[in-house]
């Protein structure tokens, strides 16, 4: 299958800081691509959803301008955390999609721990 | 979104087979099912997915019920590496391609 990459693994980074989370596709162009935040113990939730060139779409009760989303070429995507605080710390994953058909299967990174201290 | 209800936690012996059920009692006909897993500090993976017919692949098998109101995922033979959370998730086949994640069933296996 297609392979995601998230950069860094993880990252530990003091309140008040911005942090930035690289989601690449390796081996093929994503049309797409979404971001998500796990808690502990807790599902995914879905943040946003990216598309190449065009601005992100937030989900509810996600602001827009502390997490910062660029989609700028077809096999990068970044987050940028800014101003980031200890409730932020969390596992960020992006995952991405090929082509427009009716399926598209979702290929996910292998996540980013964020801890604020 | 239609919504999707597991069992909180399921245990399976090694080399058993495996039946993880999945309640849908509000789909749609346009909703194919889904099915991921998620190992411990990692990112979900694919495992399956369908809309009326059974799918089988090397992974699983999706077995979905005639009136399509539930769906159970058949590992054949469990292993210690299928410890994971597994994800039955509904996806509107006219609204693109995002997941709505539920609980999950966090599956373990015994030695």
């Known amino acids: 299958g297609a392979v995601v990459s998230q950069h860094p693994s993880r990252v530990i980074c003091k309140s008040g800081t911005s942090v930035k989370i690289e989601c690449r596709s390796l081996d093929f162009q994503a049309t797409t691509m979404f971001w998500y935040r796990q808690f502990p113990k807790q599902s995914l939730m879905l943040m946003a959803t990216?598309?190449?060139?065009?601005?992100?779409?937030?989900e509810q009760g996600v602001e827009k301008d502390k997490f910062l989303i660029n989609h700028a070429s077809l096999t990068l995507s970044t987050l940028t955390v800014t101003s980031a605080h200890p409730e932020d710390s969390s596992f960020y994953i992006c995952?991405?999609?090929?082509?427009?058909?009716?399926?598209?299967?979702?290929?996910f990174g292998p996540g980013t721990r964020l801890t604020v201290l | 979104d239609a919504k999707t209800t597991q069992p909180n936690s399921m245990e399976s012996n090694e080399e058993e087979p495996v039946h993880l059920p999945c309640n849908h009692s509000t789909i749609s006909g346009t909703d194919y099912i889904h099915w991921y897993r998620q190992l411990p500090s990692q990112g979900p993976e694919y495992v399956i997915h369908?809309?009326?017919s059974n799918v089988n692949n090397r992974m699983a098998s999706l077995a979905i019920a005639e009136d399509r109101k539930s769906s159970t995922l058949i590992l054949h033979r469990a292993t210690l590496r299928d410890a994971a959370v597994y994800y039955c998730i509904l996806r509107d086949g006219n609204a693109g391609n995002m997941l709505t994640f539920g609980g999950g069933t966090r599956l373990m296996v015994k030695p």
């Open positions: 990216s598309n190449e060139g065009s601005k992100a779409t937030y």
């Open positions: 995952s991405a999609v090929v082509g427009t058909s009716v399926f598209n299967e979702q290929f």
């Open positions: 369908g809309l009326t």
